[in-house]
């Protein structure tokens, strides 16, 4: 805080001073080394929303969100038991992160940039069209999920 006359600083007798107040460190607060906290990773938003929908099948284990399958290898098994819809959703699901791998993550972020589009699509067919990519998109991600919790992913 300091204290000014309006008319400019005067000197002599009456003058006014300017006067400094600043907050007093705390004693060897300052100097201290602070303790540092280990940074907790933000979860995923596309799987907070999918793990907050209890009738969706969810994963026994969490890390097998990440774990990178063979794209290639997925859409033979996928089109090995007649699941075309869930195979074609495989082959560009999450392509644009990793072209050779996919993962149930990969997926769900795709379903969640897909209600993206879906809200700037210009027309109704274009809206139908994103939003059964996006029904299959959460298709395979249910599949990949049961298979997952199966062992056979």
Known sequence: ????????????????????????VLAGG????????????????????????PWRRQLRDAAEYERPVARAALVQALLAEGLTMDA???????????????????VLRFADTLVLRMALACTDDHVLQLAHLRRDAEDLAERMIEWANAGRL
């Open 88 to 106: 074609d959703a495989a082959r560009f699901a999450g392509a644009s992160e990793d072209r050779d791998c996919i993962s149930i993550a990969q």
């Open 30 to 53: 300052f100097w201290k080394k602070q303790r540092t906290q280990p940074v907790k990773r933000a979860k995923d938003a596309s799987l907070v929303r999918w793990e907050s929908q």
């Open 1 to 24: 805080m300091s204290l000014m006359p309006v008319d400019g600083p005067r000197s002599g007798e009456g003058a006014v001073m300017e006067m400094n107040v600043s907050r007093p």
